[in-house]
C-alpha cells in the first residue's frame, strides 16, 4: 500500500526544466488531455508567478490565468512503483509508468446512467469547480456538466537523472483566482490542491488496484 508521507508532489521548477536531460529531450512544451498544447503553471519557489506557455518560454503571468497544471511526483521507493505498475517504453527510449487514475478528456455514453455508485472521490476541473466520480459496472467515470468522462491511467515519464516522474500531460487547468503561493491568506494554493487533493487521489486508485490484484491472487489459488 501507498503511505502519502512517502511521496511528495509539486510543479516543474524553472531549474528542473532548464536542466534535466529528460527535458532536453522531450522539450518543455506541454499538451493537456485533448492532446492540445497548453500553458502550465511552473515554479522558481520565490514570490513570482511563472508558466511556460505553448511556444516554450517561461514568463511571468497573472495568477487568475487559467493555465494548465503538469504535477512532478517524487517517491521514497520509486522502484517499487515502477515494479508494481503497467510500464512501457516510448519511441523516444523513455520509460513511461502508468501510476494513478485521472478522467479522460473523451466524453461517453452510459447505457444505463441511474445505475450508478458514487464513490466520494472529487476531481478538480477548473473555474472552481470539481467532477463527482461514479462507477458503474466495475469502470469509473467522472460527471462534469452533465457528461461522463471515464477514468484512465495517467501517464508519467520516468526521470531516471532525477528518480521522479513527470505527468506526460496536464491534468487539469488551475482554479481561477487560486494563489499559487501563500502570502499570508487563507485562501488555497495549487499546491495545497496538488497535496489535499490531487496526490490522495492517485495513491487511493492505485491503491485499490493493488487490492484487487491480490483478491485475484488469492481467489487463483483457493
Given at each position: 500500500?501507498?503511505?502519502?508521507?512517502?511521496?511528495?508532489?509539486?510543479?516543474?521548477?524553472?531549474?528542473?526544466?532548464?536542466?534535466?536531460?529528460?527535458?532536453?529531450?522531450?522539450?518543455?512544451?506541454?499538451?493537456?488531455?485533448?492532446?492540445?498544447?497548453?500553458?502550465?503553471?511552473?515554479?522558481?519557489n520565490?514570490?513570482?508567478?511563472?508558466?511556460?506557455?505553448?511556444?516554450?518560454?517561461?514568463?511571468?503571468?497573472?495568477?487568475?490565468?487559467?493555465?494548465?497544471?503538469?504535477?512532478?511526483?517524487?517517491?521514497?521507493?520509486?522502484?517499487?512503483?515502477?515494479?508494481?505498475?503497467?510500464?512501457?517504453?516510448?519511441?523516444?527510449?523513455?520509460?513511461?509508468?502508468?501510476?494513478?487514475?485521472?478522467?479522460?478528456?473523451?466524453?461517453?455514453?452510459?447505457?444505463?446512467p441511474?445505475?450508478?455508485?458514487?464513490?466520494?472521490?472529487?476531481?478538480p476541473?477548473?473555474?472552481?469547480?470539481?467532477?463527482?466520480?461514479?462507477?458503474?459496472?466495475?469502470?469509473?467515470?467522472?460527471?462534469?456538466?452533465?457528461?461522463?468522462?471515464?477514468?484512465?491511467?495517467?501517464?508519467?515519464?520516468?526521470?531516471?537523472?532525477?528518480?521522479?516522474l513527470?505527468?506526460?500531460?496536464?491534468?487539469?487547468?488551475?482554479?481561477?483566482n487560486v494563489?499559487?503561493?501563500?502570502?499570508?491568506?487563507?485562501?488555497?494554493?495549487?499546491?495545497?490542491?496538488?497535496?489535499?487533493?490531487?496526490?490522495?487521489?492517485?495513491?487511493?486508485?492505485?491503491?485499490?488496484?493493488?487490492?484487487?490484484?491480490?483478491?485475484?491472487?488469492?481467489?487463483?489459488?483457493?
Amino acid at each position: 500500500m501507498y503511505n502519502k508521507e512517502d511521496f511528495k508532489i509539486s510543479l516543474p521548477s524553472t531549474e528542473y526544466l532548464k536542466n534535466s536531460k529528460l527535458i532536453k529531450k522531450i522539450g518543455i512544451k506541454c499538451k493537456d488531455l485533448n492532446n492540445d498544447l497548453t500553458d502550465y503553471w511552473t515554479s522558481d519557489n520565490k514570490s513570482s508567478v511563472l508558466n511556460v506557455n505553448i511556444f516554450g518560454n517561461i514568463m511571468a503571468k497573472n495568477v487568475d490565468s487559467n493555465s494548465g497544471v503538469r504535477p512532478l511526483i517524487k517517491a521514497k521507493n520509486m522502484s517499487n512503483i515502477i515494479q508494481n505498475s503497467n510500464y512501457y517504453v516510448n519511441e523516444q527510449g523513455i520509460l513511461i509508468i502508468e501510476f494513478g487514475s485521472w478522467y479522460s478528456s473523451n466524453t461517453t455514453q452510459l447505457n444505463n446512467p441511474i445505475n450508478l455508485s458514487f464513490t466520494g472521490r472529487s476531481y478538480p476541473i477548473g473555474e472552481t469547480k470539481m467532477g463527482l466520480e461514479f462507477e458503474s459496472d466495475n469502470k469509473r467515470y467522472v460527471l462534469f456538466n452533465d457528461k461522463f468522462r471515464p477514468v484512465i491511467p495517467i501517464k508519467w515519464y520516468y526521470d531516471k537523472e532525477y528518480n521522479l516522474l513527470l505527468s506526460v500531460n496536464s491534468l487539469f487547468y488551475s482554479l481561477k483566482n487560486v494563489k499559487l503561493y501563500e502570502e499570508n491568506s487563507a485562501q488555497l494554493s495549487i499546491f495545497d490542491i496538488l497535496e489535499g487533493q490531487v496526490l490522495p487521489l492517485i495513491l487511493n486508485s492505485e491503491n485499490i488496484a493493488l487490492q484487487n490484484k491480490v483478491l485475484k491472487i488469492k481467489k487463483k489459488f483457493k
